[in-house]
């Protein structure tokens, strides 16, 4: 067999990482996901408030949750993402266009794995998933 034909089977049989879009604003929230499938991960649903990343995460079971801080909703992504963290140990990647002191303060509180500013720079969100992940993409 040759070296090519080995490592497109490779490839085929590599699973692709699984990600929770958690954003309330759904045109960022779809230009991550076109972003993310261009990288080869799979997307498992976008969801736009805490209490739904919940469920979600139920349903789906993802590798890793893009979270925005501030949604809809009752529950930040900050409180969705405390939980999600306890019950199931899913890397967080936050998302935000604030970087208020405060809001670093909290997030710095709970296991996350990066936190990039909006608007999203593909190379930061590529080494953030590669972090997160510990696996190339």
């Excluded at 501030?70 to 999600?84: D, F, N, P, T, V």
Aim: a positive charge; charged letters at 25%; glycine letters at 4%.
């Amino acid at each position: 067999m040759r070296y090519a034909d080995k490592k497109r089977i490779a490839s085929k049989s590599k699973k692709l990482p699984s990600i929770l879009i958690v954003e309330d604003e759904l045109i960022i929230a779809h230009d991550l996901k076109f972003c993310l499938e261009q990288m080869g991960c799979k997307v498992v649903g976008i969801v736009t408030s805490g209490e739904e990343s919940i469920k979600a995460i139920l349903i789906h079971h993802p590798d890793v949750v893009l979270m925005d801080i501030k949604l809809k909703g009752k529950m930040s992504g900050i409180e969705a993402a405390e939980i999600i963290s306890q019950r199931w140990q899913i890397p967080i990647i936050y998302l935000s266009a604030y970087s208020e002191l405060s809001l670093l303060q909290k997030i710095k509180k709970t296991n996350y794995c990066g936190y990039l500013s909006k608007p999203i720079a593909l190379t930061e969100l590529k080494d953030s998933l590669e972090n997160a992940l510990h696996i190339e993409i």
